[in-house]
């Protein structure tokens, strides 16, 4: 529990500014809310708590990598992960530690950037499938359920 903790920050909180389903910042601090500002403050203030981070979250990484039930998890947050386990990003944690968190943030925005293209083209696809069936059968395809579950998908 003390490695989620340490990554929740970092990709966001289910259910908060930044978590899973949500558009925006990094999820809630330590304290289970808040915002980036108030948690890389707190770290940044600290360099025991700083190092803590980076070395919690690489293991959880390392721990989630041995996974498989986390591929599409890792798979989603690709370039938030190899920031993090970037060595040279961890040297600029030491030397430069809001300079890191802005680093970490550019890597979730290019994430976030990724699967929002994801869903772009998923909707592409559905859409192809809606309309074989549209001009299979005509109309709306039997229901006007344009999601594609009228297609099988």
């Known amino acids: 529990m003390q490695l989620f903790a340490a ?18 910042g990094p999820g809630g601090s330590h304290h289970g809310g808040g915002n980036q500002g108030q ?10 708590l700083a190092q803590a981070f980076l070395t919690q979250t690489q ?3 390392a721990t989630l990598t041995t996974n498989a039930s986390f591929t599409q998890f890792l798979q989603q947050h690709t370039q938030a992960t190899a920031y993090i386990q970037n ?3 961890g ?3 030491s030397s430069n530690c809001t300079g890191y968190f802005s680093g970490l943030q550019a890597a979730k925005s290019l994430d976030q950037q990724a699967a929002q293209a994801q869903q772009q083209y998923q909707q592409i696809a559905v859409q192809a ?5 549209q001009s299979l059968v005509g109309g709306n395809g039997g229901n006007g359920d344009s999601s594609g579950e009228s297609a099988g998908l």
Do not use: D, K
């Not at 990554?7 to 925006?24: V, W």
């Not at 948690?39 to 025991?48: D, K, M, Y």
């Not at 499938?129 to 069936?133: A, D, H, L, R």
């Open 7 to 24: 990554l929740a920050p970092a990709f966001g909180r289910p259910g908060q500014n930044g978590g899973p389903g949500h558009n925006g």
């Open 39 to 48: 948690w890389v403050s707190e770290l940044c203030a600290n360099a025991t």
């Open 59 to 61: 293991q959880l990484i």
């Open 87 to 89: 060595a040279a990003n």
């Open 91 to 93: 040297n600029l944690l």
């Open 129 to 133: 499938f809606f309309q074989i069936i």
